[in-house]
């Protein structure tokens, strides 16, 4: 059974440092991993998303990594700011029946203090 | 720009009563999910639809059952609620592509007394 871990499962860290999630999983056998961001009372919004053949992804000061070999991947954040503060999932993406799923982790909660 | 849009948005129900949560996506997504959020237990796949017409069991189906109206609607009914159920539910959609991301909506806020 595919099973997802974040750690650590909360983050303070003051503002301009820079940070890094850790996701890890089970079972390599997956499409690709996404992380998400949530907001309080919001939806998730996906931020990242690593196919299982390539090893990262950057989009602004975010940068992703996956080792699918070790079943890991990070979630690099530079220069943090207060607008950073969320919580941060991962997921990984794998087989279902006739489609597919996403399996989450439980989160890091992020916050950036002035 | 819509993209998913879920209602209500919060809830209250008493034990046993009975209540439908609405998703709908306008980005021509085949496949829509619904989600379940415990603290705790991360996000949890309830029922699925890889296309329209089609619905299948996630990992907690019990209670709940599913309707997929059409490529847009998808919708989520608890038939005798129970406090177990409380939860923030959400409504996910993404294409067949399997490297396209997942979209959610905004969530529904469910308190079952």
């Known amino acids: 059974k595919q099973e997802v871990t974040q750690i650590p499962a909360a983050l303070s860290v003051p503002e301009g440092e820079n940070l890094v999630l850790n996701c890890s999983f089970t079972?390599?056998?997956?499409?690709?991993l996404q992380w998400f961001r949530q907001d309080p009372g919001k939806g998730l919004t996906s931020l990242l998303l690593?196919?299982?053949?390539?090893r990262e992804q950057t989009s602004g000061r975010l940068n992703a990594s996956l080792d699918k070999s070790s079943g890991r991947s990070t979630l690099y954040i530079a220069a943090s700011q207060p607008g950073d503060s969320a919580t941060y999932l991962c997921?990984?993406?794998?087989?279902?029946?006739?489609?597919?799923?996403?399996?989450f982790g439980t989160g890091t909660r992020l916050q950036v203090f002035p | 720009n819509a993209g998913v849009t879920q209602t209500p948005k919060f809830q209250v129900l008493k034990t046993g009563q009975s209540m439908t949560l609405q998703c709908a996506q306008d980005m021509n997504h085949n496949s829509m999910y619904w989600y379940r959020q415990d603290p705790g237990m991360g996000l949890r796949l309830i029922y699925y639809s890889a296309s329209e017409g089609t619905t299948d069991k996630g990992e907690v189906p019990n209670g709940y059952n599913v309707s997929r109206l059409n490529k847009r609607e998808f919708s989520l009914r608890l038939e005798s609620a129970a406090p177990s159920q409380t939860s923030v539910y959400f409504c996910?959609?993404?294409?067949?592509?399997?490297?396209?991301?997942?979209?959610f909506g905004n969530g529904t806020r469910l308190t079952v007394t």
């Open positions: 997921a990984v993406r794998r087989a279902l029946g006739n489609t597919d799923k996403l399996i």
């Open positions: 690593i196919q299982s053949s390539q």
């Open positions: 079972d390599s056998a997956i499409y690709n």
């Open positions: 996910a959609s993404t294409q067949r592509s399997l490297n396209s991301p997942l979209h």
